[in-house]
């Protein structure tokens, strides 16, 4: 039996937290920024856990997580 592999990309996108939740990033912080708030851009820059609709994939594509 092959080992199983890490989807790669996933693996950097997601992190487990201590209480085993399912950490990412926000999107839209990467241009197009004068038009956003100050405000909204500090709340983009922190990690939230992921929904769990996707958790479930994601345990699937990072068997190791």
């Known amino acids: 039996m ?12 997601f992190k487990l937290s201590g209480n085993g939740k399912l950490i990412r990033f926000k999107a839209n912080k ?4 004068t038009k956003k ?5 500090r709340n983009l ?4 856990v992921a929904d769990q609709t996707v958790v479930k994939n994601m345990k ?4 190791y997580l």
């Not at 708030?37 to 851009?41: A, D, L, N, P």
């Not at 820059?45 to 939230?48: E, G, I, L, N, V």
Request: charged residues 35%; hydrophobic residues 30%.
């Open 60 to 63: 699937k594509i990072m068997p």
């Open 2 to 13: 092959p080992a199983m592999k890490t989807n790669k990309s996933a693996a950097k996108r």
């Open 30 to 33: 990467s241009h197009i920024l």
């Open 37 to 41: 708030t100050t405000k909204r851009k």
């Open 45 to 48: 820059r922190k990690p939230t």
